[in-house]
């Protein structure tokens, strides 16, 4: 038995904080690290601290367990008054939401940590005849708060909003892909949704993102969007901007407070771990990218899309003439050291057979990339001399004596170079057939990478590849030196 005075610290506490609320709702078991800061940035929009959030977590993670089934139960907790509107892709859909919601409230547990938040039919609540409880909205007895859940083409009409969430505006790709869905939903957001709000109300926009038009990047566009990274931005921003957290089925962005993970892991591996990730997107890069990552991109807009050409077994020995390396060093502190090893053959095709591609510092991988010269017998490696690119070949000679090494300064423009020699990339280069397993977020920048130049994240991967068709497909004066010398 709980007596009064612990009863009473657990009230408060679950006032204070949406985890503690969740843990004593759920067990202490139920948070991992991932959940644990969702919960964290949950709580800071329950309490105010956030007004406009916009949260994309992939499929499968729990992402409206929290934002929509146990977040919308804990506001009614803490303000009984409040007016709430969850939508999602359809009616049917949303009304799921608004059960689970009820089953949080009537749970005897909820009512030890708020009796103030009661529905009309429990033995704890004193029904009035004029409160509502159905599969599509309800009220809190003796109170003004309400919660009404609507598909995507439902109508809010008549009532205001303070706190409206959006979770899952669409159903599958197919409903992404399609620009009148995708119009529709943006119309209803701005002429329904938008129009029950006021000074005061906030708004979550929480799903698996599917197309890069869709309505978190229509906001990205029309609005002022920034990158939540750490719960210190709280403190005085602006209060209309809206703050987006990304969370990654694998890390590849580079860690920050939120979410510290290292390049490569999981971000649920306990349920979702690294090797089914890599399985998944193998299957469809350009879904994967969108759907687990958070990064949309369409086929039609991709610069190489899966035109790339493999090959399952190298050249022989006679059939190779030169074996090199190209290496463009990190210019920047979210660039990517790329490091391409690969073999060129009689047949005018380059092999790649080696990638080191990372956000390391320069420590780790001025001797990584000796390591890899050493172990592929790299003959020579072109190392790009721009932004400190001239000290990295100077250390890797010293650690690879035997590799000649060539730094050179990239004076060519950067877009035009990628664009101009797209083509010759494809025709020129060959993977090995399972890369997209040896070196995943090389893999996926390469199939990912836009045309639009501005809209990718990193050219570092493309910038590599070109300066190898430009070695060794374009610059006639280039000569090869031979496999056996």
């Known amino acids: 038995m709980i007596d009064a005075k612990q009863l009473a610290a657990a009230q408060q506490g679950a006032r204070q904080s949406f985890p503690l609320f969740t843990a004593m709702m759920k067990g202490k078991d139920f948070f991992t690290p991932f959940h644990l800061v969702y919960y964290k940035i949950l709580n800071a929009f329950a309490h105010g601290r956030i007004k406009r959030l916009i949260v994309s977590i992939p499929p499968q993670h729990g992402k409206s367990e929290g934002s929509t089934r146990l977040l919308l139960a804990y506001l009614l907790g803490i303000n009984p008054d409040l007016k709430i509107a969850v939508a999602s892709y359809s009616d049917r859909f949303a009304r799921k939401f608004n059960r689970d919601i009820q089953r949080n409230i009537d749970d005897p547990r909820f009512y030890l940590l708020f009796p103030e938040t009661t529905l009309s039919g429990t033995p704890m609540a004193e029904d009035s005849a004029g409160w509502v409880r159905t599969a599509g909205e309800f009220e809190i007895v003796g109170h003004k708060g309400s919660l009404t859940a609507v598909g995507r083409s439902g109508g809010l009409t008549g009532q205001p909003v303070d706190i409206l969430v959006l979770d899952d505006l669409y159903k ?8 009148l869905i995708r119009d529709a939903v943006w119309d209803w957001y701005l002429s329904v949704a938008e129009t029950r709000l ?3 109300s906030q708004e979550l926009i929480v799903f698996t993102r599917w ?6 990047g229509r906001i990205e566009k029309a609005e002022n969007v920034v990158e ?13 901007t809206w703050l987006k957290v990304n969370f990654e089925a694998i890390k590849e962005s580079a860690p920050t407070e939120l979410d510290p993970r290292k390049q490569g892991e999981a971000l649920w591996p306990e349920r979702h771990n690294l090797k089914k990730l890599l399985r998944s997107r193998a299957l469809d890069p350009v879904a994967f990218d969108c759907t687990y990552q958070g990064h949309p991109a369409t086929k039609e807009g991709l610069l190489y899309g899966d035109g790339f050409q493999t090959y399952d077994v190298l050249p022989g020995p006679d059939q190779i003439v030169k074996r090199a390396n190209y290496t463009d060093t990190a210019d920047m502190g979210n660039d990517y050291l790329c490091s391409v090893c690969y073999e060129v053959g009689r047949d005018g095709f380059a092999y790649v057979t080696d990638v080191l591609f990372t956000q390391a510092p320069m420590e780790e991988t001025e001797p990584a990339t000796a390591q890899m010269l050493l172990r592929n017998d790299t003959r020579i490696a072109y190392i790009e001399s721009n932004n400190g690119g001239r000290g990295f070949a100077r250390a890797v000679k010293k650690l690879a004596p ?10 060519g423009n950067k877009e035009s170079r990628i664009l101009t020699n797209s083509a010759s990339v494809l025709n020129n280069i060959k993977f090995p057939s399972d890369w997209s397993l040896r070196w995943p977020s090389f893999y996926f920048m390469l199939t990912t990478y836009k045309r639009a130049f501005k809209a990718n994240r990193s050219d570092d991967a493309p910038d590599t590849l070109t300066g190898i068709v430009e070695k060794e497909v374009l610059d006639k004066n280039n000569n090869r030196i031979l496999y056996m010398g």
């Open 228 to 240: 939540l990274t750490s719960l210190k931005q709280l403190a005085g921003h602006d209060p209309d």
């Open 211 to 216: 197309h890069e038009d869709d309505l978190i």
């Open 402 to 411: 035997s590799v000649r090494v060539e730094w050179f300064h990239q004076s």
């Open 198 to 200: 006021h000074n005061d």
């Open 172 to 179: 599958n790709a197919a409903e992404a892909n399609s620009p």
